[in-house]
């Protein structure tokens, strides 16, 4: 991993680097059309005024940073459409961005990025398990952040690993609120002097989830308020390719250290469960046809009330119906359709296995083909 203090030059995409210096200059010098996922954390222009104090006097350590600081809504207004004009340029048509905010600045993000072209997919509310206490107690104690998925047009074939999301959710479907800790203990970055290296680091577990949801192994990935690393390192763990953008040389630094101590996972385990539409289609015949069950062959629903018989041409007949594997389990309980894959048993060693189990294996000699 290497950064360069100077503009990229546009002739060629280098990944694996930090590049120093302001996000919209770089992104404006990066090639056109080639980022597959953006993930962005921007300045949250919290307002601050004065400091903030526990019910101990001690002090908060809130974003106060100059970095986050903004003379008027109107001067943060058009930092977010000038970055966001930058950043749709370099996603590629079907590229998406993540952007995440606070109550402070997220609807006025969201507003840049609706009016710059981006079509929305969803809002994710991230709820911190363990906000920090409203301590002044005049407020609702703030415990999510928003997250915009929004893919680069409306006409954009967005990666969206469905299958993938829900397996990690126990086979059930992933919900738009995602319940994840804050970054504490030994995942909070600290500086030389034991404070915490930067105020607004995010969970690896929040980006291990977006980079999951939608991007693919060998995609690349930038993050243009890149901090202390975070998406480079979850990143570079899931064999995706990075890009970082950062200003600060403190923060540059610590993302350099952090990045080079990851080791990516093996190749066999960064694939992802792919969408069941995006599986190639295999006919029940063709699971006759390669003797995999034979004609004649009798089959079951699972809890054995219904039974239909194997054709050589790839339908099956029970006693009142004939046609394809969908047809008559539908016809046999007396339904508007069914998932014959999955309805229908056939017998090995006297235990029950669906007919699933050959047509994932087809699968699984075409992937490998």
């Not at 340029?89 to 590229?95: E, H």
């Not at 363990?130 to 074939?157: C, V, Y």
């Not at 995602?178 to 980006?207: F, M, Y």
Request: aromatic content about 8%.
């Amino acid at each position: 991993m290497t950064k360069t203090g100077s503009k990229p030059r546009p002739a060629q995409l280098k990944t694996g680097i930090i590049h120093a210096g302001d996000c919209i200059e770089v992104m404006r010098a990066l090639p056109e059309n080639s980022i597959d996922l953006i993930f962005a954390d921007p300045p949250y222009n919290l307002q601050l005024k004065g400091e903030l104090h526990r019910p101990d006097n001690s002090r908060v350590d809130a974003v106060d940073d100059h970095w986050d600081q903004f003379a008027s809504f109107a001067a943060y207004d058009d930092f977010s459409r000038k970055w966001l004009a930058a950043a749709r340029r370099v996603l590629k048509p079907n590229g998406a961005i993540w952007v995440i905010g606070s109550y402070h600045n997220i609807f006025r993000v969201g507003t840049a990025l609706q009016d710059a072209g981006f079509w929305v997919l969803n809002d994710v509310v991230w709820r911190k398990s363990n906000p920090m206490p409203n301590f002044r107690g005049k407020r609702l104690t703030n415990a999510h952040e928003t997250m915009i998925w929004a893919a680069k047009s409306d006409q954009s074939k967005y990666v969206f690993n469905y299958e993938a999301l829900k397996a990690m959710n126990d086979d059930v479907q992933m919900r738009s609120d995602w319940v994840i800790p804050l970054c504490t203990g030994s995942e909070r970055i600290k500086n030389e002097d034991g404070v915490k290296a930067h105020p607004t680091q995010k969970p690896e577990a929040l980006l291990h989830r977006v980079l999951v949801a939608s991007t693919r192994p060998g995609d690349v990935v930038l993050d243009p308020f890149f901090g202390t690393g975070t998406t480079g390192a979850v990143a570079k763990r899931l064999g995706r390719k990075f890009i970082g953008i950062e200003r600060e040389a403190d923060y540059r630094k610590i993302a350099e250290k952090r990045i080079a101590a990851v080791r990516p996972a093996d190749a066999d385990a960064l694939a992802v469960t792919p969408a069941k539409r995006a599986e190639p289609r295999v006919p029940f015949g063709t699971v006759v046809e390669r003797g995999l069950l034979a004609p004649g062959e009798k089959l079951w629903s699972l809890n054995g009330r219904h039974t239909a018989k194997i054709r050589a041409d790839g339908t099956v007949i029970s006693s009142d119906a004939r046609g394809s594997i969908h047809q008559v389990g539908a016809a046999v309980q007396g339904a508007p359709s069914c998932n014959g894959w999955t309805f229908w048993h056939f017998k090995r060693e006297g235990k029950p296995v669906p007919i699933d189990y050959w047509r994932q294996q087809i699968r699984s000699e075409m992937r490998d083909s």
